[in-house]
T-cell receptor, first 112, second 110 residues
Framework: NAGVMQNPRHLVRRRGQEARLRCSPMKGHSHVYWYRQLPEEGLKFMVYLQKENIIDESGMPKERFSAEFPKEGPSILRIQQVVRGDSAAYFC??????????FGQGTRLTVV | EDQVTQSPEALRLQEGESSSLNCSYTVSGLRGLFWYRQDPGKGPEFLFTLYSAGEEKEKERLKATLTKKESFLHITAPKPEDSATYLCAVRGGGSEKLVFGKGTKLTVNP
């Protein structure tokens, strides 16, 4: 059973470009979470999704950030018009229902 | 607001020197306290879930315990391969999100 798969592992974007981060949950898992980790900071919750539904987006910045988890395919975290402050490691986690969440290896976004 | 504080921020041990990591938390309606291990450049690796005060769980050289205000991760006779950052997180009532502490960076010297 493959783990949570994230791609790309590393992503470099120029200021103003769009970043798309993909997450394929573990087989049988229908819950997906996105977290952001800044240098010297802890993991911060961004959004919680189930298939075709956003359940909790209380940690998402109000502008430029969006997330989806379609019926078919991976979950996508989209960042429009990236700025240098968006540089961070973005982690996806999945769980079957409750309670443990299993994390992917992350996407490291660098904005230049 | 749920909060997690981990101490110390960093810990250096000699191989075989046992110690404990602390995780203090405030949460409204605890629905799980979680320990993860994170290696540099990798994602967090799940270790334990604890649900109620008095509960203990063990895995190899690691043992996690829980009280009403804190959790401890005890490391017995550590080896260099135990070097990593250990993360503590809580899930509170009314939310599915995990609230993480900043972690304890453990270094075990041979």
């Amino acid at each position: 059973n493959a783990g949570v798969m994230q791609n790309p592992r590393h992503l470099v974007r120029r200021r103003g470009q769009e970043a798309r981060l993909r997450c394929s949950p573990m087989k049988g898992h229908s819950h997906v979470y996105w977290y952001r980790q800044l240098p010297e900071e802890g993991l911060k919750f961004m959004v919680y999704l189930q298939k075709e539904n956003i359940i909790d987006e209380s940690g998402m910045p109000k502008e430029r950030f969006s997330a989806e988890f379609p019926k078919e395919g991976p979950s996508i975290l989209r960042i429009q018009q990236v700025v240098r402050g968006d540089s961070a490691a973005y982690f996806c986690a999945s769980s079957p229902t409750y309670p443990e969440a299993f994390f992917g290896q992350g996407t490291r976004l660098t904005v230049v | 607001e749920d909060q997690v504080t981990q101490s110390p921020e960093a810990l250096r041990l000699q191989e075989g020197e046992s110690s404990s990591l602390n995780c203090s938390y405030t949460v409204s309606g605890l629905r799980g306290l979680f320990w993860y291990r994170q290696d540099p450049g990798k994602g967090p690796e799940f270790l334990f879930t604890l649900y109620s005060a008095g509960e203990e769980k063990e895995k190899e050289r690691l043992k996690a315990t829980l009280t009403k205000k804190e959790s401890f991760l005890h490391i017995t006779a550590p080896k260099p391969e135990d070097s990593a950052t250990y993360l503590c997180a809580v899930r509170g009532g009314g939310s599915e999100k995990l609230v993480f502490g900043k972690g304890t960076k453990l270094t075990v010297n041979p």
